[in-house]
């Protein structure tokens, strides 16, 4: 087993990231013997060397956005983290700066209104509607919606367990309305659904673990519940930390992109509150 394998067989990876760091991984590996470098042999010059490679318009077809950029050397960098160790990889940035994306968010009828097409007669429909509102509830992505077994969701404690990118847990409360839809779904259509003593939450039409693609093909693009979530809690007075926990983000920097977001809510706390704004009480 060479040393892409080994790193690619580590258990913290997931199915999808295993999959994406590959082709980055082998790209940057092939990018070293054509060089007649070995890992060993990267440093911080190396590192910047490469970086400007991945940067370099060699065609129109193949110019890399700084966003694929930036995809390719975390890649690169925890590959080299787990072949040399953490303190042979330079902390340093290369990948060039890209324009913040800010989430698109759905409006609150607008989620409403996808959670309320998802309601209608049969087991399938009970299914598709107590996945929406988990989703929409916990801030889920999908592959942590559909890797949810039975006893990941606590109704005692109104709980919610997560297993989460890198093997990372979280547990995040239940909502109300998505333990109703929940709670009926196990009762009224789950056991029409099983065949046999499978643990997923959420069955298939044949009794298997559901896939993502399923629950893309009941809302085309998933993850705008889960920024609504985030949003929608920012609107309510939640903190970033607290939204940051309750997403699994690993760093805030990722979840203040949602401060952008709720300009309206900073404005009305900045004039209720500063003491030199005219309209603060």
Wanted: charged share 30%; glycine share 6%.
């Amino acid at each position: 087993m060479n040393a892409v394998d080994r790193f690619l067989d580590s258990p913290s990876l997931s199915d999808a990231t295993r999959r994406s760091y590959r082709f980055d991984v082998e790209e940057f590996v092939a990018w070293l013997d054509a060089r007649r470098l070995a890992p060993a042999d990267v440093d911080t010059r190396r590192f910047s060397e490469y970086a400007a490679h991945l940067a370099s318009p060699r065609s129109a077809a193949r110019r890399l956005s700084p966003g694929t950029i930036a995809r390719k050397l975390a890649a690169v960098r925890s590959f080299m983290r787990f072949t040399l160790g953490p303190a042979r990889v330079p902390e340093a940035s290369f990948a060039p700066r890209r324009r913040r994306r800010l989430p698109d968010v759905p409006k609150q009828a607008e989620v409403e209104t996808a959670l309320a097409g998802a309601e209608g007669e049969g087991a399938l429909n009970l299914r598709n509607r107590a996945l929406l509102e988990l989703v929409y509830s916990a801030g889920l992505r999908s592959r942590e919606a559909v890797d949810l077994d039975l006893g990941d969701v606590d109704f005692e404690q109104e709980l919610v367990r997560i297993r989460g990118k890198g093997g990372k847990e979280r547990v995040v409360p239940l909502g109300e309305e998505a333990a109703h839809w929940v709670g009926r779904y196990l009762h009224e259509a789950r056991t029409e659904l099983t065949r046999g003593a499978a643990d997923a939450l959420f069955l298939s039409v044949r009794g298997k673990r559901l896939d993502t693609s399923t629950l893309r093909r009941l809302l085309p693009h998933p993850h705008r519940l889960r920024h609504a979530f985030a949003t929608h809690l920012l609107e309510g007075g939640a903190d970033l930390r607290t939204i940051q926990e309750l997403l699994g983000h690993s760093s805030l920097s990722t979840t203040q992109a949602y401060s952008h977001v709720d300009g309206k809510r900073l404005r009305k706390v900045y004039d209720s509150s500063h003491p030199r704004d005219r309209t603060a009480s």
